[in-house]
């Protein structure tokens, strides 16, 4: 809240200057003033979400799910409304029948800092469902995630516990008794990808689990998967489908100089990618399946970036 009522009265001041650091630079797509101006919109919305939420709890509906998922798919929208108009974003939404029903595992990309927010726009905003997130505990940070992300299914791992076992658990915990308006959501790759990223985690497959590599050292834009929190997911729900999903359009945006550079570059393109599988036409879903299946997204993720402008 001190962050949107300060930008809000320093507004023209803050966006002269960063105009003209963007004229300084030849900047003429002015990347960095719109990079503000989304932060501006977002400090709005996240305060108008808490808002909203303490007007839950006071009302006495602050476990009232219903409302909740609806207070999480106007959060995502309004945001995704934000990020298309400051990145001048074009997005091409493709899962046919994926969502159609719940009671499905999703396992999706993780390239850049707005992934989660897509696929909650993709699942909960645009086809209805009520989605359970697999999230980083550093993410609490953000106020909303903090108070409605708690108040609805969802775990926050813990990446640094020494209690590994505790984790695992409360992961399988979380898929158990998926209806079929839910589905269970984890970013199998735990990390936002990059090269440097990549190369780490497969010289530590060389080095621990070398019956991966041959799957795992051609992948050119996704990070191999960190297999135990997928399969401890899809432990908790035997009978769900799986629905894989990727995306292309955020890459290289998983840093601060990374948006800028792609702001300052083009418009962007975002394409959303889902397919469904039948649980029950899978083989033993293993280390060794999910190693294929990233293998297999790693290419489709290629081919299409070639397609893109």
Not at 158 to 170: K, M, P, W
Not at 286 to 307: F, P, Y
Request: charged fraction near 20%.
């Amino acid at each position: 809240m001190v962050v949107a009522i300060v930008a809000t009265i320093s507004a023209p001041m803050w966006i002269a200057v960063a105009i003209a650091i963007d004229g300084v630079r030849l900047r003429w797509r002015f990347p960095l003033a719109r990079l503000l101006l989304f932060g501006w919109y977002w400090s709005i919305i996240e305060c108008a979400g808490v808002v909203i939420s303490l007007g839950l709890w006071m009302s006495g509906q602050s476990s009232n799910q219903v409302l909740h998922y609806r207070l999480m798919g106007w959060w995502a929208g309004k945001l995704m409304t934000g990020l298309r108009i400051a990145m001048r974003a074009s997005i091409d939404v493709d899962d046919s029948d994926a969502f159609d029903e719940g009671n499905a595992v999703v396992l999706c990309r993780h390239a850049s800092l707005a992934d989660s927010l897509v696929s909650a726009w993709v699942v909960c905003t645009s086809r209805g469902l009520s989605p359970r997130y697999v999230l980083k505990r550093e993410l609490l940070w953000d106020p909303c995630l903090d108070i409605v992300g708690l108040r609805v299914p969802n775990y926050f791992v813990d990446r640094g516990s020494q209690q590994s076992a505790n984790e695992l658990a409360a992961v399988t915990r979380l898929s158990a008794d998926l209806a079929t308006s839910d589905v269970a959501v984890i970013f199998p790759e735990g990390t936002r990808s990059s090269d440097t990223k990549r190369k780490w985690a497969v010289e530590k497959i060389r080095a621990q689990s070398p019956e991966r590599l041959a799957a795992t050292e051609g992948l050119r834009h996704l990070i191999p998967v960190r297999p135990s929190g997928t399969l401890a997911l899809l432990d908790g729900a035997p009978d769900a489908d799986l629905v894989i999903a990727w995306h292309t359009g955020f890459d290289g945006l998983s840093t601060f100089g990374g948006v800028i550079t792609a702001l300052g570059r083009s418009d962007v393109q975002i394409a959303f990618r889902a397919r469904r599988l039948q649980r029950s036409s899978l083989p033993d879903v293993n280390v060794g399946w999910l190693d294929d299946i990233w293998a297999k997204m790693d290419s489709e993720v290629d081919e299409q970036l070639r397609k893109t402008p």
